[in-house]
Structure formats: structure tokens, C-alpha cells
């Protein structure tokens, strides 16, 4: 079996190698959705992927994959220059035909500028990077005494499910990374064929 852990600091990715998992993902500050730490689990200590991979590269053995903002060619070229072996994509694959997401989820990033984004814990009480939105916006002043994960996840449970069934994105967990100008509505396999034509014209 293959394990792969993710680390969003240099200390957290030793700590990974120390463990025994064969590879590490290295989430930046820019990744959408839930943030992947465990010893610098919070809004603090964000490191942007262009930090982090090569510091990380500098101090692990084991393979490092690249998380982060990286919707194409350039990120993918951009993380292999900088010391990865792979890149891991979320955002990118959220907004294609085939994705199961709400469809006002995928619309709302499609819509959605690079200062859009925010990290919050207000939907489930873990830290993570999505489209701001009133929910959050109102839960701001109450971040702080909010339960942890998963009791938060719980008690917003039917807040998000209404809130998915009206149609209505001002309640919604809306996750995204920071580089939602770049996400198309397109199929997965022209998302991936894209990717490989424009990493060939790329040097690094
Ligand atoms: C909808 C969504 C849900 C996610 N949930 C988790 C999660 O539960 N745990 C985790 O470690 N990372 C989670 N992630 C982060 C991804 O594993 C990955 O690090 C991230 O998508 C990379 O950034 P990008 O979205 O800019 O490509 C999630 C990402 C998205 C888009």
C-alpha cells in the first residue's frame, strides 16, 4: 500500500517522512478547500507553494507533490522547476462538466475573481479556503469559539444542505484556491490534454 500525507510547512513534511509515508503532498496557502495540516493547523503560518516546495524539496527524501492554485501547464512546470515530482489539482477538476459539485458552486467560481477567496473555519470548524459569502462573513466575529471539527461540520450540516437546495451560494461551503480566473467549464479530458500540450511548449 502507498501512503501519502499532507504537509502545508517544512516541519509538518518531516514529520511525514519520519513516519514512514512514501510521499508527501505539500499544500500551499493558495489550495482550496479543507486545509490539509496538523501541526500548523490554523490561518496562521499560510506559506505560498512557492516557498514551501522548494524548502520542502530541500529537507525530505520521499517524492513531493505540489497543491496549490495550479489549474494548468504553467503551475504544473512552475512545481516541477521548483523541486516536485507531481502535482495535485482540486479547483481545476471542480469546475469540469463531469464534476459532481453544485452547480451554482461551479458557477460561482467561474464568476469568481483572485481576491475572492478566503480561509475560513466557520462551516466546519477545520480551516479552509473557499468564496466568501455572507455565512461566512457573519460567522467572522464568532471564528474564534467556534467548536472544533467535526462538532462546527455537524451543526451547519442542514444550513449547507437548505442552503444547496434553494440554489442559494449565501450559505454555501463554496471551495475554492486562490487562481479561480483560470478555471474553465470544460471536459476532463481537455483539462488534462491542455495541460500536457502546454507543459510541452514549456521550459524549465
Ligand atoms: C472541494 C474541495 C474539498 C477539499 N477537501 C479537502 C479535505 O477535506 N482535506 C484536505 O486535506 N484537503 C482538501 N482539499 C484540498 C485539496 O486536497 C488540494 O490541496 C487543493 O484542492 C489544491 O488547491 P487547488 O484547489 O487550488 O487546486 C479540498 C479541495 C477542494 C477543492
Do not use: Y
Not at 513534511?13 to 493547523?41: M, P, T, W
Request: aromatic share 4%; hydrophobic share 40%.
Amino acid at each position: 500500500m502507498v501512503l501519502i500525507g499532507t504537509a502545508t510547512s517544512v516541519k509538518e513534511a518531516i514529520e511525514i517522512e519520519k513516519s514512514g509515508l512514501d510521499l508527501v503532498v505539500v499544500q500551499g496557502s493558495e489550495a482550496g478547500g479543507h486545509r490539509g495540516g496538523f501541526i500548523h493547523n490554523g490561518h496562521k503560518g499560510l506559506i505560498g507553494l512557492m516557498s514551501l516546495i522548494p524548502q520542502v524539496a530541500d529537507n525530505v527524501k520521499i517524492p513531493v507533490i505540489a497543491a496549490g492554485g495550479i489549474m494548468d501547464g504553467r503551475g504544473l512546470s512552475a512545481s516541477i522547476c521548483l523541486g516536485a515530482q507531481a502535482v495535485q489539482m482540486g479547483t481545476a477538476f471542480l469546475t469540469c462538466i463531469e464534476s459532481g459539485a453544485h452547480p451554482v458552486h461551479k458557477k460561482s467560481i467561474l464568476n469568481a475573481s483572485d481576491d475572492e477567496t478566503v480561509v475560513t473555519r466557520a462551516f466546519s470548524g477545520k480551516w479552509a479556503r473557499g468564496l466568501v459569502n455572507p455565512f461566512i462573513e457573519n460567522m467572522k466575529e464568532h471564528e474564534k469559539n467556534l467548536p472544533e471539527f467535526p462538532f462546527q461540520n455537524s451543526l451547519t450540516q442542514d444550513i449547507r444542505k437548505a442552503s444547496n437546495s434553494q440554489n442559494n451560494k449565501d450559505f454555501m461551503s463554496l471551495w475554492s484556491g486562490q487562481s479561480p480566473r483560470l478555471a474553465k467549464n470544460q471536459s476532463v479530458a481537455n483539462l488534462m490534454e491542455s495541460i500536457i500540450s502546454e507543459v510541452k511548449h514549456i521550459t524549465c
